[in-house]
């Protein structure tokens, strides 16, 4: 996505929402539905972490990315 166009600085506001998005997502789901739910958010930030992680242009992602994950742990 990143090479394709999408900004990083959209793609570092997104990771940083993700924390308050599900902590919204679990009042409003069920118990199960909600693990699945942070199980994902989390997949998805590791794989993005992994895809970029020898691009040092990517460092303030990387930095977001393990903070999110810090905090969804």
């Given amino acids: 996505m ?14 940083q929402k993700m924390p308050s998005t599900l902590s919204t997502l679990k009042s ?27 691009q040092s242009k990517y460092a303030t992602l990387h930095q977001q990315i393990a903070t999110c994950l810090n905090e969804l742990s």
Avoid at 3 to 9: I, K
């Fill in 28 to 54: 409003e789901l069920a118990e199960e539905h909600y693990r699945n739910a942070v199980f994902n958010y989390k997949t998805l930030l590791r794989s993005f972490f992994i895809q970029t992680y020898n």
């Fill in 2 to 15: 990143l090479e394709q166009g999408l900004e990083q600085d959209e793609v570092i506001q997104l990771v």
